[in-house]
Structure formats: structure tokens, C-alpha cells
């Protein structure tokens, strides 16, 4: 709080230094452009309320002068780049030990929605769905926290049996890319591929299952001035994987033939993994590469 302090009272003294000039002016009276008048005044009540900003609608105030300051540059011009500066040091304009705590905040609500019971599901969800958009209001936008959020719907309880066949929907990222190349970027890859389109789960009441592997791909790329273009072998494969399998709460825990157990949540018809560096793609160039976490996503058939 001592540093946001600091910081504020920072910005302002900059601020002043930047737009104030005390010297007298003796010369030519020259009409000065009224847009950056305007521009320079409307950067200025941004500053005033970003200082009196409170913890609440710091983030927004902090936005809105940024945004101002980059809309005085575009009109006034900056020569020495200190209003550039200014903004630079902005950072992304969340606080770090808010977003920290709305992470946790987060954590917490998802454990708890994960061993719901049929008595309390609408609360816990609501709880989850509310800590869920505390946190990208506090820490920024993300595509994964927008689909967890979406993917909870009104927090309706759906009943639907674990047993039975499951579909692969969805490889879901925190990024948006343009793996098909044709100018449309996505956070759901498998929109962008014609890769598989036929992995299911099936779950026996027993406590058994099969996991059944139809595709794989080779994802490569080409670094680009605007990014990376892509391109992506698919191949058809043919892998029967069968394993064991209990369900806690809202959690599914599936052990393979080698005994490695991964733990799945269920929400509604959906069933969820996430697995860190499950992306993977290759540069045609050189030895980098992309990874990325994905979270699979399943629907019952």
C-alpha cells in the first residue's frame, strides 16, 4: 500500500513536470491546437481521479489514465517521450497482491465446488462463478477465465451419469492463435485443426474404461513479422488405452495401464483437464519451440 503511495504521488510530480512550463513568454501569441488542449485537460482528470483512486476502482482509474496519456501522445506529440514514460511505467495496471489474493480467493471457491453435494451445488457454483470474474477484474482478462466463467452457465444443476461415452471438444488456452492461418485467431485450437475429432472416453459402471486415441498431429511454425504462420500434420492413429477409474465429489481420478492417476472435474455435461506444456510446436527455423497448457474438455455423447 506504502508503494502504491509512493507511486501515486510519483505520477503527479511527473505529470506537472511534463505539461507545466513556469517560464514567462515573451513572444509571438501563437493559438495553440484546441484538440491537444482538450487532450492535455482530459489526461489531467484522469490523473486526479487515478489519485484518489481507491483500492476498489484502482485498476479502472489507473486504465483511464493511462488511455488518456496514449491519446495525448496520438494528438499532441511527444518529443522527449516522457509521457510515454509515464504510461510505460503504468504496467498493466493491477495490483499484485489484490490479484494474488483473488487467485487464491479462486482456489479456494474451485476446491470447495469440487466435492459439492447435491444440497449445496448452486451456492458453491455461484461462489466459484463470483471469485471467477473478482479475479479477471482484478488481474486482466483471460480466455481460460472467461470459459470456466461461461462453462458455469446460471449454476443450474445438469445431472448427468459419469458412465458412459465421452467426446473430445475442446483444447482450450490462455492464448489466442491463428492456427489455420486465415486471420481468425481462437483459444479453442481444436476449431483451428482437422485433428481429433474422435477421441472419446468411455467409463463402465465397474470402474473400468477405455481411452481411445483415433489422431495425432505435428504442429510446426514459421516466425513471421506478424507472428508465426502455422501448419499442422495430422495423422491417424489407432490406441486403445484402458484404465480404472472413481469419482470423488466433482472430481473424476482416472489411473492408466502404467499407473499414473490424473485427476478430471466434471461441471455439468462437461468433464476437464488441464496439463501444463500439452501444446507443443516446433519453428521450422531454428530449435525454439511453443508450449502451452491446455485444458481438454469432454462432453458427454
Known amino acids: 500500500m506504502v508503494k502504491r503511495i509512493f507511486m501515486l504521488c510519483a505520477f503527479a510530480i511527473l505529470f506537472m513536470a511534463v505539461n507545466c512550463d513556469n517560464e514567462p513568454y515573451e513572444g509571438e501569441i501563437i493559438f495553440e491546437d484546441t484538440a491537444c488542449i482538450e487532450a492535455i485537460e482530459n489526461t489531467s482528470m484522469a490523473l486526479g481521479n487515478f489519485l484518489n483512486a481507491s483500492q476498489e476502482d484502482y485498476s479502472q482509474f489507473c486504465l483511464d489514465y493511462k488511455e488518456a496519456l496514449l491519446n495525448q501522445i496520438e494528438i499532441c506529440g511527444d518529443e522527449d517521450g516522457s509521457l510515454q514514460l509515464l504510461s510505460d511505467n503504468l504496467g498493466n495496471c493491477y495490483d499484485d497482491d489484490l490479484c494474488a489474493e483473488a487467485i487464491e480467493a479462486s482456489e479456494i471457491a474451485e476446491n470447495n465446488f469440487n466435492n459439492y453435494t447435491d444440497d449445496n451445488y448452486q451456492q458453491l457454483c455461484i461462489a466459484y462463478k463470483s471469485a471467477l470474474e473478482y479475479q479477471q477484474e ?41 492456427l489455420d492461418n486465415d486471420g481468425i485467431v481462437t483459444n479453442n485450437y481444436l476449431d483451428e485443426i482437422d485433428c481429433y475429432d474422435n477421441e472419446t472416453l ?93 485444458t481438454f474438455v469432454y462432453t458427454k455423447l
Open 202 to 294: 468411455t467409463f463402465n459402471t465397474d470402474g473400468t474404461g477405455t481411452m481411445f486415441l483415433r489422431s495425432s498431429a505435428n504442429i510446426t511454425y514459421t516466425p513471421n513479422v506478424d507472428g508465426e504462420d502455422f501448419f499442422v500434420d495430422c495423422f491417424d492413429i489407432l490406441e486403445d488405452i484402458p484404465f480404472t477409474w472413481y469419482q470423488d465429489g466433482n472430481s473424476v481420478f482416472i489411473t492408466n495401464n502404467e499407473g499414473v492417476t490424473n485427476q478430471y472435474f466434471r461441471n455439468g455435461d462437461s468433464l476437464f483437464i488441464a496439463i501444463d506444456d500439452a501444446f507443443y510446436a516446433e519453428s521450422t527455423e531454428d530449435d525454439s519451440f511453443i508450449t502451452e497448457r491446455i
Open 138 to 178: 482484478v488481474c486482466g482478462e483471460s480466455m481460460v477465465l472467461q470459459s470456466l466463467i461461461l462453462g458455469l452457465e446460471d449454476c443450474q444443476q445438469e445431472f448427468v451419469e459419469t458412465p458412459g461415452d465421452w467426446i473430445l471438444v475442446g483444447w482450450v488456452t490462455d492464448s489466442l492463435r491463428d
